[in-house]
């Protein structure tokens, strides 16, 4: 579907090209907080420009998290059902923020860089083996997979496993990820799920045998930690316990896999990247550059709690309020040549982690690491980067990232 501008921000397919990033300039430009209607749905707004986003997101009380954080409209007992901690506001938000935080601090992340780093060398050695491959699944995918298995203690042999359900979850409307596409077919069987998908049933089972002692896990990953908490205030419910699994398997994954695939893209598209990267002047700068770029987590969306205006606009008590932070990463108020890559950027404030809100991603430090090493291991052993085909894209206005790439390495 061509980019002509005037995309439906509401139909998964148009997104099916990538980002429709014309599409969103002209609303930044032209009517940056607006209604958008909604196929299947009662409409919301689109909040498009970096500020304004930074903004509501800062102000939970009246943009709120506790009604659902994507565009689908939830029943109360849907919601209650399905929700995690992302889906909540503080205090109750901040509970079990407190209580994983530590494991994803700098400090604690740091730790695992020579794990990290033995990773990656393997993972680039394999894949170059051969000249021609499929970039994204032999190098992007593989890294963040590993790093799940470990940072949660689960066994290495599921972790394939888990992350084709986890992309069949969070890719719900991808039909190369799922046989049950959220937008063509008849999900209310699966309303009570996460994602409202089917794949979230095979998560829920396997979570129920990590509770019942059936499938091991490392005393020292997150999820030890998480089930043998001995605060009151901190114990998970079995139900909240598998809810919060699907989440850990399908965010702790994709996002990381689409911004290393966001580098690898930009590498093929101008090799000069490369050479730059080969004096080692950017690694400070660069992970952060090309996650920006990706934005593979495109947008949350709170809900009004009471009537406001704001930009002038009069949002009502229960109005959905979307924050595209993919098209806030390409506000040119914030960012010069927003659409390129400029690996010495610096300050780069992107908003990729949800930056400037209560709900900031745990897993920045990880990510900015994960994208950092890996790209050090490839540029060390190669001087080109030749693109075979065209990318693949997510079909979603959820997630986006490349799917796909062939590449010729030199």
Same mark, same amino acid.
């Given at each position: 579907?061509?980019?002509?501008?005037?995309?439906?921000?509401?139909?998964?397919?148009?997104?099916?090209k990538?980002?429709?990033?014309?599409?969103? @300039?002209? /609303?930044r *430009?032209?009517? %940056?907080?607006?209604?958008?209607?909604? &196929?299947? +749905?009662?409409?919301?707004?689109?909040?498009?420009?970096?500020?304004?986003?930074?903004?509501?997101?800062?102000?939970?009380?009246?943009?709120?998290?506790?009604?659902?954080?994507r565009?689908?409209?939830?029943?109360?007992?849907?919601?209650?059902?399905?929700?995690?901690?992302?889906?909540?506001?503080?205090?109750?938000?901040?509970?079990?923020?407190?209580?994983?935080?530590?494991?994803?601090?700098?400090?604690?992340?740091?730790?695992?860089?020579?794990?990290?780093?033995?990773?990656?060398?393997?993972?680039?050695?394999?894949?170059?083996?051969n000249?021609?491959?499929?970039?994204? @699944?032999? /190098?992007? *995918?593989?890294? %963040?997979?590993?790093?799940?298995?470990? &940072?949660? +203690?689960?066994?290495?042999?599921?972790?394939?496993?888990?992350?084709?359900?986890?992309?069949?979850?969070?890719?719900?409307?991808?039909?190369?990820?799922?046989?049950?596409?959220?937008?063509?077919?008849?999900?209310?069987?699966?309303?009570?799920?996460?994602?409202?998908?089917p794949?979230?049933?095979d998560?829920?089972?396997?979570?129920?045998?990590?509770?019942?002692?059936?499938?091991p896990?490392?005393?020292?990953?997150?999820?030890?930690?998480?089930?043998?908490?001995?605060?009151?205030?901190?114990?998970?419910?079995?139900?909240?316990?598998?809810?919060?699994?699907?989440?850990?398997?399908?965010?702790g994954?994709?996002?990381?896999?689409?911004?290393?695939?966001?580098?690898?893209?930009?590498?093929?598209?101008?090799?000069?990247?490369?050479?730059?990267?080969?004096?080692?002047?950017?690694?400070?700068?660069?992970?952060?550059?090309?996650?920006?770029?990706?934005?593979?987590?495109?947008?949350?969306?709170?809900?009004?709690?009471?009537?406001?205006?704001?930009?002038?606009?009069?949002?009502?008590?229960?109005?959905?309020?979307?924050?595209?932070?993919?098209?806030?990463?390409?506000?040119?108020?914030?960012?010069?040549?927003?659409?390129?890559p400029?690996?010495?950027?610096?300050?780069?404030?992107?908003?990729?982690?949800?930056?400037?809100?209560?709900?900031?991603?745990?897993?920045?430090?990880?990510?900015?690491?994960?994208?950092?090493i890996?790209?050090?291991?490839?540029?060390?052993?190669?001087?080109?980067?030749?693109?075979?085909?065209?990318?693949?894209?997510?079909?979603?206005?959820?997630?986006?990232?490349?799917?796909?790439?062939?590449?010729?390495?030199?």
């Amino acid at each position: 579907m061509k980019d002509d501008g005037y995309l439906d921000l509401s139909d998964h397919d148009s997104f099916s090209k990538g980002v429709p990033h014309n599409t969103f @300039e002209r /609303i930044r *430009k032209e009517d %940056p907080v607006c209604w958008t209607e909604e &196929i299947n +749905g009662r409409g919301f707004w689109s909040i498009t420009k970096h500020a304004d986003i930074l903004k509501i997101n800062n102000n939970n009380k009246v943009f709120s998290s506790a009604k659902g954080i994507r565009i689908e409209d939830q029943t109360e007992e849907e919601y209650l059902a399905r929700r995690t901690f992302q889906e909540t506001d503080p205090p109750e938000h901040r509970i079990t923020r407190m209580m994983l935080a530590p494991a994803f601090s700098q400090k604690a992340i740091s730790n695992f860089e020579s794990m990290i780093r033995d990773l990656a060398k393997k993972i680039v050695d394999d894949a170059l083996e051969n000249s021609e491959f499929d970039i994204v @699944e032999k /190098i992007a *995918k593989q890294l %963040p997979m590993m790093m799940l298995g470990r &940072i949660l +203690g689960l066994p290495d042999s599921d972790l394939e496993w888990l992350v084709v359900k986890g992309d069949a979850l969070i890719g719900n409307s991808d039909p190369e990820f799922t046989d049950h596409i959220v937008d063509k077919l008849d999900s209310s069987q699966y309303r009570f799920m996460p994602f409202r998908s089917p794949a979230a049933l095979d998560l829920y089972d396997y979570a129920e045998k990590i509770l019942n002692g059936e499938i091991p896990i490392d005393k020292n990953g997150v999820l030890s930690k998480v089930l043998s908490s001995n605060s009151a205030e901190k114990v998970m419910q079995p139900h909240e316990f598998k809810n919060f699994f699907c989440l850990l398997i399908a965010a702790g994954n994709d996002t990381t896999r689409y911004s290393i695939a966001m580098s690898m893209y930009q590498l093929s598209l101008n090799n000069k990247l490369i050479v730059d990267l080969k004096t080692n002047n950017y690694w400070s700068t660069c992970a952060d550059e090309f996650i920006r770029l990706a934005s593979p987590t495109m947008y949350f969306r709170r809900t009004a709690t009471c009537d406001v205006e704001f930009a002038n606009k009069k949002i009502k008590e229960g109005d959905k309020v979307i924050l595209w932070f993919v098209s806030g990463n390409r506000d040119k108020e914030v960012f010069i040549e927003p659409h390129t890559p400029i690996i010495s950027r610096s300050p780069n404030p992107h908003i990729s982690f949800g930056q400037g809100g209560v709900h900031f991603c745990l897993g920045i430090w990880l990510a900015r690491m994960e994208v950092r090493i890996i790209l050090e291991e490839v540029v060390k052993r190669i001087n080109k980067i030749e693109p075979l085909s065209e990318p693949t894209w997510t079909r979603s206005n959820f997630i986006c990232g490349v799917k796909s790439l062939k590449v010729r390495i030199n």
